[in-house]
């Protein structure tokens, strides 16, 4: 069987806090049903492979953001990727580079990589914690857990879709939260944001992978308890 | 007047401020509510904005500041100045931003100098009102940024602020590049290789921001032309390496590599300050635990150890430092306020080293710590307290390594005794 390639986009400038996190959560969720992965982590000297299933993006400051679109933009292998249908996950200015446009370090929009059709600028205050969101019933997953801190905002065009509508949190700013169009879908929950919902990883690795067996029990056990365990302490009642 | 008392020399205002801050301290501490540093501080400084600066003036000040190791190289500086026979304010219980700093003083009105760790983001205002004679910047990486500033940022602040400061000697870790970028604004700069353990934040150029190439400890970037400047005080195993190329022998009570490294750096500080090496040196030996850091202590027949560590740089520090197996670990975690609220750093940290111990997971949030070490395939045990970690070890060990970070530590020191 040909393994699952998962790629990690730039973790030397978008990693800013455990967003390996995410490559670890499909890897051990792909293994754990018997397929085999192959691992990437490609640095912003290297070239982006054009060959990979899914494509992951980090969170970073404002210069690193943009110097990372800058190279994704030259490289070309993640548009060449997504163009030809591998899933890409994205989160907080992973998410924005992804998008039409958005603020940089200097106030000035700084254009994005147009894989989403959105458009992000800076907010007036910095959204900074615990964040609960409805996830768009066509995806059939579990209301997203997670942690936001960023001061985005994000408009989304005709054509993406809200990943999810917010019931604790900021999100997007506009009561939805993250986008998706496709196979490519960003979200403002930061960091390893797939290891509160494993939901959201089967996702992904269902776009790339095809129906999956279902893990067995124990092998979600801790998940789902810190799952319940942040969600009950957000939502209390 | 006495001109050696610094308090008699203050105006009346700030010296009412210091005696009604004092006053608070003493009411706080008399009510079990911690220390008291920080009321008298804000008490001080309500009554009297400029505090800080007027008790600052006259007085020869060192500023410790650095995402890791602040509270222990203010620790060692004050040790290594001692040979100075004078007094040294300090706030060595950790409260590090400007009512901290103002109370630490006004507790020593008489002291000429000054030892004061520093929050990393009161740097350029501390700068400004303290008018250091030397800032020692240690390192700088990611740590609770929920609500600390980005680290980029952070450096770009240090680098103004020390721009603006023509009389203060800075004592920088070279090996750090971002800290390097950040000190090399200064007039006068004393290098150390101080180490640099935890990379995942200096991948790439401070100043230009092309991937940074790396050879052992040597950096530098391939466009802008920066590089790691040429260092004059080295840690090199366990000795340190004195400007004149001498090598001596450490041989401190405080463990691991980050520890020597703090200690080279204090003996930097203490060179500017005219205190030999030798002299310095017997002094930082004396040091065995830092506000309740490395403390030894027995519980129900159990030797207990407890390390701190609050950041990924931190915890990779730190598990160098635990003792070798079959010595089982108690890893503990929460998410308070002074912890940062988010949990996301736990998977920066990488635990594989963990495998085949004995591991206990603990804290408000072990849940978090238990699906990390899961994805790790690190087996272990989750315990709801110290006392149910002594009952699952004491079968198979006399001794228990303890790594907690901020109110983890502190919950299990309230438990342990205060001891130092």
Redesign the interface.
């Known amino acids: 069987m040909r393994p699952l390639r998962l790629v990690w986009i730039y ?3 978008l ?7 995410n490559l ?2 499909l890897e ?1 969720r792909a293994r754990l049903r018997g397929l085999p992965v192959e691992v990437a982590e490609v ?3 290297q070239p982006v492979p054009p060959d990979g299933d899914i494509y992951l993006m980090g969170g970073g ?4 953001q943009t ?1 990372a679109t800058r190279r994704l933009q030259a490289d070309g292998g993640l548009r060449e990727a997504a163009s030809r249908g591998a899933v890409v996950f994205a989160v907080c200015a992973g998410y924005q580079v992804l998008g039409m446009e958005f603020g940089g370090a200097d106030g000035a929009q700084v254009p994005g990589l147009g894989l989403l059709d959105i458009r992000s600028g800076r907010g007036e205050r910095r959204a ?3 964040i609960v969101a409805d996830v768009d019933p066509a995806l059939n997953v579990p209301r997203l857990t997670g ?1 936001e ?1 960023h001061q985005g905002v994000t408009r989304l065009g005709p054509g993406a879709r809200p990943l999810a509508r917010t019931t604790a949190g900021t999100g997007n700013g506009d009561g939805t939260e993250g986008a998706y169009a496709g196979r490519v879908l960003g979200t403002y929950l ?3 944001a797939l ?1 509160r919902n494993p939901g959201l990883a089967d996702l992904l690795l269902y776009w790339a992978a095809g129906p999956l067996p279902p893990l067995p029990p124990q092998a979600e056990e ?2 789902q ?2 799952r319940q ?1 942040r969600l009950t302490a957000i939502l209390p009642g | 007047m006495d001109p050696n008392n610094h308090r008699s020399r203050l105006p009346v205002r700030a010296r009412l401020a210091t005696t009604v801050g004092g006053a608070a301290a003493t009411v706080s501490r008399l009510a079990g509510k911690g220390d008291g540093s920080v009321i008298g501080g804000i008490i001080g400084l309500r009554l009297e904005p400029d505090l800080l600066s007027l008790l600052a003036a006259d007085r020869q000040v060192v500023l410790v500041t650095g995402t890791n190791g602040k509270t222990t190289t203010t620790r060692l500086i004050t040790a290594a100045l001692t040979p100075l026979g004078q007094g040294i304010a300090s706030n060595m219980h950790g409260a590090n931003m400007e009512a901290g700093l103002t109370s630490a003083l006004s507790r020593a009105p008489d002291a000429p100098l000054a030892v004061l760790e520093t929050d990393e983001k009161y740097i350029p205002a501390m700068v400004k009102a303290t008018r250091p004679k030397v800032v020692v910047l240690l390192n700088l990486s ?1 740590d609770q ?3 600390a500033a ?4 952070l450096a770009r602040r240090w680098r103004e602020a020390l721009a603006s400061a023509p009389g203060c000697r800075v004592v920088a870790n070279a090996d750090d590049p971002l800290v390097a970028w950040a000190a090399s604004s200064a007039a006068q700069v004393t290098w150390v290789a101080a180490g640099q353990r935890w990379r ?1 934040d200096s ?2 150029c401070p100043n230009c ?1 092309s ?1 940074l190439l790396r050879d052992g400890d040597d950096w530098s970037c391939g466009e802008c032309g920066g590089r790691r400047p040429p260092v004059s005080w080295m840690l090199y195993g366990d000795q340190v390496i004195d400007p004149s190329g001498r090598a001596t022998q450490l041989d401190l009570a405080l463990p691991g590599r980050a520890n020597r490294s703090n200690a080279v750096v204090a003996l930097a500080v203490a060179e500017a300050f005219g205190v030999h090496i030798s002299a310095a040196l017997r002094e930082l030996r004396t040091v065995t635990s830092v506000a309740g850091r490395y403390t030894q202590v027995t519980r129900r027949g159990c030797e207990i150890r407890l390390l701190l560590a609050k950041n990924p740089a931190g915890w990779l520090e730190a598990l160098d430092v635990l003792a070798a197996p079959p010595a089982p670990v108690l890893l503990s975690v929460n998410a308070q306020g002074p912890d940062g ?8 940290v990488d635990y594989r080293r963990l495998r085949g111990r004995n591991v206990l997971v603990g804290g408000e949030r072990k ?2 710590l ?3 070490l ?3 395939e690190v087996p272990f045990r989750l315990v709801n307290n110290i006392d149910e970690a002594i009952d699952a070890v004491r079968a198979v060990s006399p001794t228990l390594e303890v790594l907690a970070n901020y109110t983890a530590f502190q919950q299990y020191r309230a438990v342990l005794g205060r001891t130092q």
């Open positions: 973790p030397d400038l990693s800013t806090y455990g967003d390996r996190g670890l959560v051990r640095n912003s000297d400051e404002d210069l690193p110097l900074v914690g615990e942690f801190n930061h960091g390893p290891v801790l998940a308890r810190l365990e | 990611r940024m929920d609500r980005e680290i980029w940022l995942e991948w790439c921001g991937h609220r988010d949990t996301s750093w736990l998977w920066d849940l978090d238990a699906v990390r899961e994805a790790d």
